[in-house]
């Protein structure tokens, strides 16, 4: 069993920055690189979209279309701590952000932390 929590979340100006953070923890043996890890967020009505992924050991990364180039995913394996950077942020970027962590198949998740972008 693994275990996420988000935090980082709140309400920033259109053009601010938030960094968000989750920290993963599990039982005796859990490694937390041995897992790859997304950023997922829900807006109001509608579907969860994938923001950010990336790989187990972080060589790999990849974006959605809407955050490429303002949004950064990282991972410290040593901290068993991932982030997103997130930069000119937007109304449009207001949803509850979720951390994903897959291996073997399964998925686990976090509960969600919430980001609103409004003046």
């Known amino acids: 069993q693994v275990r996420l929590v988000e935090s980082g979340g709140g309400l920033v100006q259109p053009g601010g920055s938030l960094r968000l953070s989750c920290a993963a923890s599990g039982f005796s043996g859990f490694t937390f690189s041995s897992y790859a890890m997304s950023w997922y967020r829900q807006a109001p009505g509608k579907e969860r979209e994938l923001v950010a992924a990336?790989?187990?050991?972080?060589?790999?990364?990849g974006y959605g279309d809407s955050v490429k180039g303002r949004f950064t995913i990282s991972r410290d394996n040593v901290k068993n701590t991932m982030y997103l950077q997130m930069n000119n942020l937007k109304p449009e970027d207001t949803a509850v952000y979720y951390c994903?962590?897959?291996?073997?198949?399964?998925?686990?998740w976090g509960r969600g932390t919430q980001v609103t972008v409004s003046s």
């Open positions: 990336i790989s187990r050991v972080g060589g790999t990364t």
């Open positions: 994903a962590a897959v291996r073997d198949g399964n998925d686990y």
